[in-house]
């Protein structure tokens, strides 16, 4: 199916060095995976020439795209073969110097999470190797804590299995081994029945890959900003992007920011951003903040919330929006505002946006306007009216089951929707519907490689196996999973709630060694 779909896409793509580096990667993976090395490793190397005919330059600039693309090269050229010695200390060599690129020139938390663990798992292999532990612990922690931090679980596990491995030969705290066990064990009894969705960790991820980029004018702006091809390939539908971009020479203003935009995507919603700003440092608060709210940290939220009001933002209707819409939602959250104040306040600051004789579900969503029509959801659910909220969120569902792109792309999105209309319909009593909507939530996490809202998930399965279906033992293992998910990623709020049910029903406390 893969090689199909690489053939219609070489047929409609324009020939360009971009297009052309993608479409060998993916033969080069193929190649890999029919066991076929030597041609695997020829298309990998004809791909790092499209853009780096000098390889890895460490004084360049390099994009995260080109980084994964070297460190699968290299990988795979030490594999293949004899491992010998000038091999192996050519291929750390090579590890080693990435890491201090990645460390040194990737500001993007998000974007060095999902690059640094690729360099380190051979690393601390090698180190361990060398029974070096203190050193292969850090490298081991450092990751972890990248990945943990963005909600990752590509190669979560695998620095996990290190990790534990390393603790048999240092001294550890006996609760801390204990810890680790536990959230091991959780991990791999999570992918017991689908081991391949985390093997490919290092090789087959999804991919982001647009057709419609433009050469000329890629190679117009390459040759004037010298910025790399991942920035305008993969990620320049951001804003943050194209504000680091733009910030080496001048602010840009925002009418060629969209037309940026337009000329570099297709499905935009993909990559809506909820500020309107080309100022990377405001970005990165907003991202902060954000952050902040999934763990449900309310204080901090609302204290970057004014740190970004205090910048010199541009009157604009959307960042009116985002400032109304927060504003309103770390009220309702810190308990200053009822339910239906909460509805009020969203809806002014949807109306902003969307005319309000306009059914809101036709038509654009934006990712901001998303946000607040599922919090239109939970004010609704908040004040008794389950079948509104319901109504709500299914529409929602609806509009992105009608979008051409796969639901992957959306995940964030659709895992809220899921997990809100989960909970709806199991207290509505459509308990086999809820299930089912549990168990897609599952399996798109484990897909996207996202790991959010999985304890949410686990958890809701387990009060319905303990709750509708009597089976009280099956539901501790969903209530166990739930509890280190919830501990893994910082979510403890959620973690003493569903500690809680596994105690009434078991008797024994979960983090009792």
Request: hydrophobic share 35%.
């Amino acid at each position: 199916k893969i090689k199909e779909l690489l053939e219609e896409y070489e047929t409609i793509a324009s020939k360009n060095s971009i297009h052309e580096q993608y479409i060998d990667y993916i033969y080069g993976i193929l190649s890999w995976k029919y066991g076929r090395q030597e041609e695997a490793l020829r298309w990998l190397e004809k791909s790092i020439q499209c853009t780096m005919p000098d390889g890895f330059q460490p004084e360049g600039l390099i994009g995260t795209e080109e980084i994964k693309l070297l460190i699968l090269f290299e990988k795979l050229n030490y594999e293949h073969g004899e491992k010998t010695k000038k091999k192996r200390k050519r291929y750390i060599l090579f590890l080693q110097n990435i890491k201090k690129y990645v460390g040194e020139k990737i500001e993007d938390q998000e974007g060095k999470a999902s690059i640094y663990p690729r360099i380190t798992l051979d690393l601390v292999r090698f180190e361990i190797q060398r029974k070096q532990y203190e050193s292969a612990r850090r490298l081991c922690e450092e990751s972890i804590e990248l990945l943990t931090n963005h909600f990752m679980l590509q190669g979560l596990l695998e620095h996990i299995e290190l990790l534990k491995e390393i603790y048999e030969h240092i001294n550890v705290d006996e609760q801390r081994k204990f810890k680790l066990s536990q959230i091991h064990k959780v991990l791999s009894d999570f992918y017991v029945l689908d081991r391949k969705q985390r093997k490919g960790f290092m090789i087959l991820e999804s991919n982001k890959k647009n057709i419609s980029l433009d050469w000329e004018v890629i190679k117009g702006i390459r040759n004037a900003y010298q910025i790399s091809q991942e920035k305008l390939a993969d990620d320049i539908y951001t804003q943050e992007s194209i504000s680091r971009i733009e910030s080496q020479k001048r602010k840009v203003n925002h009418k060629k920011l969209e037309e940026l935009k337009n000329k570099f995507g297709i499905h935009l919603e993909i990559y809506d951003s909820v500020l309107k700003t080309t100022d990377f440092k405001v970005l990165d608060l907003e991202r902060k903040m954000t952050l902040h709210c999934k763990r449900r940290e309310w204080s901090e939220a609302e204290e970057l919330l004014e740190r970004i009001k205090g910048t010199k933002l541009e009157r604009d209707v959307i960042n009116q929006q985002f400032f109304k819409y927060h504003r309103a939602l770390l009220q309702y959250n810190k308990k200053e505002i009822k339910g239906y104040e909460l509805k009020k306040q969203l809806r002014e600051a949807l109306f902003l946006t969307k005319p309000k004789e306009m059914d809101i579900f036709k038509g654009h969503l934006t990712n901001q306007e998303f946000y607040i029509i599922n919090c239109l959801g939970l004010a609704e659910y908040e004040m008794g009216r389950s079948d509104a909220a319901a109504g709500i969120w299914k529409n929602l569902f609806k509009y992105y089951k009608s979008s051409q792109v796969d639901f992957i792309f959306h995940y964030e999105n659709v895992s809220l929707i899921l997990s809100n209309l989960a909970k709806v319909l199991e207290e509505m009593g459509n308990i086999d519907e809820a299930e089912t909507l549990c168990e897609k939530a599952i399996q798109l996490s484990k897909r996207s490689g996202n790991g959010e809202v999985i304890g949410r998930f686990l958890n809701l399965k387990g009060w319905i196996l303990e709750h509708y279906k009597g089976e009280k033992e099956k539901a501790c293992l969903y209530y166990k999973q739930a509890f280190w998910f919830f501990i893994l990623f910082k979510q403890y709020e959620y973690s003493e709630i569903v500690r809680e049910y596994y105690k009434k029903i078991s008797g024994s406390d979960l983090i009792s060694l």
